[in-house]
């Protein structure tokens, strides 16, 4: 009787033990899995791109950098890759970029913006996906463009058939000179925020939402 109790209670002490790793184990993959969720929308850089700082002084770097910005607004991650210019000096609104042109708002490539949700922009829906920005300089106020097009070099196949969106925003001018050309993602609130594009004394915000669906 004494044999047979004890083979119970040993058989107990192992069926405990096995239970007890087995929560052991699964309370150390939950918090993996916790953060494989919380990082999904976390920016991830393509290779060789730059996330351009605010910069008042000129560097030793040659030529323009690839870059990209990263952000959210609201449920929706944005990206923006681009080229950074650098001023060294010239005179930039007006001269080394023309007033009342389309242009690329970078260098090299056309600059894109890419969306994994539906935003608002404009006054007008963008369905998730790729799109081309360009943006046509004004002394008094420029007008921002959304077009399907954004696997072209500079605006040379820029066609305004392509456009899903233009529309008219006001630059205002800072005291304090940005180096390089900048592009910024700024949450807003819960549901809104802005594309920030910063060079030499100029900042355009261009306002965008992220209605939940």
Known sequence: ???????????????????S??????S????????????????KASEGALAIQAQSEPDTLKGSLKAEA??????????????SPAARGRVI??????????????AHSATSLQTDHPIMIGGEQVAAGKYALFTIP?????TVIINRNWNQHLADDYSEAEDVVRFKVNPETLQQHQERLRYEILSQGEEQGAIVITWDKLKLAVPVSAPSI
């Open 93 to 106: 609104w007006g001269g080394l970029v023309a007033n009342n042109q389309v242009w690329v708002t970078g």
């Open 21 to 26: 790793c087995s929560q052991q184990e699964a």
């Open 28 to 43: 150390r993959e939950a918090p993996e899995q916790g953060n494989q969720h919380a990082t999904a929308h976390e920016a």
């Open 70 to 83: 990263h952000g959210m607004i609201g449920p929706a991650h944005l990206t923006i890759a681009y080229h």
């Open 138 to 142: 004004g002394e008094e106020e420029w």
């Open 1 to 19: 009787m004494t044999k047979g109790l004890h083979h119970c209670l040993l058989a107990l002490a192992v069926c405990f033990s096995f239970y």
